[in-house]
């Protein structure tokens, strides 16, 4: 394997404590590569740092596989998963979790999640994992078993490596598969629906919401249901609102699939909905808001903040006094504290009067690396509406 030199010290030291990437500015000879392909990292003075795969044309250009020399051929991947498996079945149903999570689960670029221990759903973010996708997936046979896949590529990262936006299967994947969450059955279209499938992040939070329920609940950004389903055995009713008919159409699918008959669904923009919610006089005792990520990047984060003020200061005017709303964001460019800064200020311009009672995270499926901030994306507060 060819070698790229490091120059930079600071990102020597980073390598040295597990962080994952290397930027273009810090290394030396990129152009000795090819898009994806795998290469030994060293230092100028041509010791070892790390095992691989680079990118010439991205501005991250070595995202690292193991701080070992290796070739990431079907043995590499099934050591690496074996691991991952047997750390993800002490936190997690692994039927129903996300397997690997790139960077987090130390593998670049790649996505994994099992839906009902029936049916994987894949994403390859990069070109170099896209180039070592056969071997991962045969490795992935090995250590589950042989399942239908669905190979998932149509994450904007994507793009910016020159990578095409598509959908593949291997082997029989049903447009939908049943999972269990927390005691409820979501039908998920895994074919059709948006990411993997499904938001496996959610997961504690939902659980966490799902105490909170009571009278009348407010699903915005619904997506199939996650929140509103878990609100529904304890509330009055439960209004979704999602931009997507098909994810509506889904919230009906699921809700009678659990046997509930208290819903109320628009398929809607959610500003427009809270308009509507407004002008009918309509309050809520229990919200959950969990939007879009509004950035993906630098250059719109600005922006992306003041959408972020502006959808809360909206929605907390429509609690209850004494309600309570679920607020987050899945922008990993808003961090924690941009994000209590933004709750701050539509907590004032909304002139409503809440408290903090909770903190909201990812669920632990979806690995943190305290030394890579980058794998930490969901954040989220709970707040109570002061009687
Ligand atoms: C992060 S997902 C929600 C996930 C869901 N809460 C769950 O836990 O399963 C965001 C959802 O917002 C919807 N969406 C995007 N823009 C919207 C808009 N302007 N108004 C309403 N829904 C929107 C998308 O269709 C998507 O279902």
Not at 116 to 139: D, H
């Amino acid at each position: 394997m060819k070698e790229l030199i490091v120059k930079d010290k600071r990102a020597k030291r980073r390598i040295s404590y597990g962080y994952l990437w290397v930027y273009s500015n810090e290394v030396r000879n990129l152009k000795d590569f090819e898009e994806g392909e795998t290469g030994i990292l060293v230092d100028e003075k041509g010791d070892f740092l790390a095992t691989a795969y680079i990118n010439p044309h991205s501005l991250i250009c070595a995202r690292i596989l193991s701080r070992k020399k290796v070739n990431p051929n079907i043995q590499f991947f099934e050591n690496k998963l074996k691991k991952i498996v047997e750390y993800k079945k002490s936190i997690v149903d692994l039927n129903n979790s996300r397997i690997v999570f790139a960077e987090g689960d130390e593998l670049p670029g790649f996505i994994l999640d099992f839906y009902g221990g029936r049916v994987l759903s894949a994403q390859f973010n990069t070109m170099g994992a896209e180039k070592l996708s056969e071997p991962f997936l045969k490795a992935v046979e090995i250590v589950l078993g042989k399942f239908p896949v669905v190979i998932k590529n149509q994450s904007v990262f994507r793009g910016k490596e020159n990578l095409e936006i598509e959908v593949k299967t291997k082997g029989e994947v049903p447009e939908e598969v049943e999972i269990e969450e927390n005691g409820i059955k979501m039908l998920v279209p895994v074919l059709k629906g948006q990411k993997t499938g499904y938001y496996f992040d959610q997961r504690d939070n939902k659980k966490r919401f799902s105490e909170f329920a009571n009278g009348e609940v407010l699903d915005l950004f619904s997506y199939i249901g996650g929140f509103g389903l878990h609100a529904a055995k304890s509330a009055e009713k439960v209004t979704f609102v999602d931009s997507s008919e098909n994810a509506i159409e889904y919230c009906k699918k699921n809700m009678e699939l659990n046997n509930f008959s208290n819903g109320e669904y628009y398929k809607l923009d959610a500003f427009k909905a809270i308009k509507i919610f407004k002008e009918n006089g309509r309050n809520f005792d229990l919200i959950s808001v969990d939007p879009p990520a509004f950035t993906k990047s630098r250059k719109t984060l600005d922006r992306a903040i003041k959408g972020y003020e502006n959808l809360n200061r909206e929605a907390f005017s429509l609690l209850k006094k004494g309600g309570i709303v679920f607020t987050m964001s899945c922008s990993r460019l808003v961090d924690i504290n941009t994000f209590d800064r933004i709750i701050e200020k539509a907590v004032i311009s909304s002139g409503v009067k809440l408290r903090v009672i909770g903190r909201l995270y990812q669920a632990k499926d979806h690995t943190v690396l305290p030394y890579m901030k980058e794998t930490e994306y969901l954040k989220g507060l709970v707040l109570m509406r002061i009687k």
